[in-house]
């Protein structure tokens, strides 16, 4: 089975109902939440990971309530030649998918924490870290 990494961006009137457990409940899918945020409008996004044999079908659910869904069709690159392990892009990346590992004191990049929010492409002094589409 094949995960699935999506983008949910939802209004004021989907963001209390349990969108997720009816994921979950209704469609079988495994569904492990890498970021959300609901602003004070209630408007919220989330970024998942969904595994499972009914994606299809709960993505379908999904558009049929109002949510927007989007394909996390892209990805995160570190370029290990420009990359000077500085570790801006550590205290900024929201998911830990760029820490630092002791005792030496190495920029690590864990491309399956990472949910392409892109602010370590504006955080790098070097430009290390590019969009790969």
């Known amino acids: 089975?094949?995960?699935q990494r999506i983008v949910l961006r939802f209004d004021a009137?989907?963001?209390d109902k349990p969108i997720i457990y009816r994921l979950v409940k209704d469609y079988d899918l495994v569904v492990n939440i890498l970021r959300a945020?609901?602003?004070p409008q209630k408007e919220g996004s989330m970024v998942l990971a969904v595994?499972?044999?009914n994606c299809e079908e709960g993505i379908e659910y999904l558009k049929g309530r109002g949510v927007e869904v989007q394909s996390l069709d892209q990805a995160i690159r570190r370029s290990e030649y420009r990359c000077t392990m500085c570790g801006a892009c550590t205290a900024i990346c929201p998911t830990g998918a760029l820490h630092v590992v002791?005792?030496?004191a190495e920029?690590?990049?864990d491309e399956e924490k990472c949910v392409v929010c892109q602010?370590?492409?504006v955080a790098c002094p070097v430009k290390a870290m590019e969009v790969r589409f």
């Open 37 to 39: 945020n609901v602003n």
């Open 107 to 109: 920029v690590a990049f």
């Open 102 to 104: 002791r005792p030496g």
């Open 13 to 15: 009137a989907n963001s």
């Open 1 to 3: 089975m094949a995960t």
């Open 51 to 53: 595994t499972g044999e």
């Open 119 to 121: 602010i370590c492409t």
